[in-house]
């Protein structure tokens, strides 16, 4: 297996840099970071809920959090993830009905070899897409929309409602999606380069093993578990704070491949004459995390990081065997909805 490049930094508010981004404090102006952050020391109020003011007319909720509220992301987070393991497979019955779709009807195949050439930029994006691996390719949009959303970041307008979609707070009234919108969410270019740098590097081994939908599923599941593993952490302890960022998302991926390919071969991009293996990495991953949940370290969100690890080896050892593989049901019945007549 060939060396690769295993490249992991911080977080910055509750999930934020570390491989993707777990603990991320969104630095909106110095005021609006320092308050942010001594979120984190202000005791909880009876109230379930109270609202933090921030310039701008930004608030940000905080208060107690009921355990029996976790229910409710419980909830969020295994309907999210089943249905994000079902879209991926009906995807992937799509996707090879189409290819023998046109493997039988060859004429198609006649039409499209007399179609005109692209010429220009677009036949040069053309030859660049053709050209990319499969991995390159389900990586190509997923850090389309990670640039994007780190640019309505600095939409001033945009920053009440960022604040309150893209950020991860177990305190917030709208707790749900942004277990799933924060993972895409990243504040700083150099926590966005950092956790794309370590996707782009595992994209290609882990679509090659997975198949570009199980990929897919097992990213968004890997990234809404570790929401929810932040969740009953802060609950838990009683620490406020919001979480942004995709660590939790490429850590559920790292996890799957290091327990797939304990033997492979890892280096810090800096380091690079200090080579370790993927069942080295995962260790040293999860002891980190375990201390920093137990010590209360604050840098970065180590309760969504272990949740991330974990989940990937779960599907490692469990979920590719006994979910993806016995998704047959869920295709037949999707294929009796889709052709009717040809089942009856």
């Known amino acids: 297996m060939s060396s690769r490049t295993l490249f992991y930094l911080g977080d910055t508010a509750h999930k934020c840099v570390f491989g993707t981004a777990q603990l991320c ?65 009906i995807w992937e019955y799509e996707r090879i009905r189409s290819q023998t779709y046109k493997m039988i009807h060859r004429f198609r195949q006649f039409h499209n070899s007399n179609v005109c050439k692209r010429t220009g930029w677009r036949g040069q994006m053309e030859t660049w897409w053709r050209n990319l691996t499969e991995g390159q390719k389900v990586f190509a949009p997923i ?53 794309m740098y370590v996707l782009h590097s595992f994209s290609t081994l882990a679509v090659s093993t997975l198949g570009k939908e199980q990929f897919l599923a097992l990213y968004l599941s890997s990234g809404v578990v570790s929401s929810f593993a932040s969740h009953v952490y802060k609950t838990m302890i009683g620490t406020p704070g919001l979480s942004l960022g995709a660590s939790g998302a490429i850590l559920g991926v790292l996890g799957f491949i290091c327990a797939q390919y304990p ?82």
């Open 263 to 344: 033997d492979i071969q890892l280096n810090i991009i800096f380091l690079p004459m200090l080579p370790f293996t993927g069942d080295m990495a995962i260790k040293g991953i999860m002891i980190l995390d375990c201390l920093g949940c137990i010590l209360g370290w604050k840098y970065f969100d180590h309760a969504a990081h272990l949740g991330g690890v974990l989940f990937g080896m779960f599907w490692q050892a469990w979920g590719n065997a006994y979910i993806w593989q016995k998704r047959e049901p869920l295709l037949t019945l999707w294929h009796s909805i889709r052709e009717p007549r040809k089942s009856q």
């Open 143 to 195: 850090c389309f929309i990670n640039v994007v959303v780190f640019l309505a970041w600095r939409v001033p307008v945009l920053q009440k409602s960022m604040m309150r979609y893209f950020c991860a707070n177990p305190a917030s009234s709208v707790s749900c999606w942004p277990m799933v919108l924060s993972t895409f969410s990243h504040y700083t270019i150099f926590h966005l380069a950092a956790n």
């Open 25 to 89: 404090r969104p630095k909106l102006q110095t005021l609006q970071y320092r308050q942010i952050r001594s979120l984190r020391k202000l005791s909880f109020s009876p109230k379930a809920q109270t609202q933090t003011p921030f310039p701008n007319g930004i608030c940000v909720e905080t208060g107690t959090v009921q355990p029996a509220r976790l229910l409710k992301h419980l909830g969020f987070t295994i309907m999210f993830s089943g249905a994000s393991i079902a879209g991926a497979a």
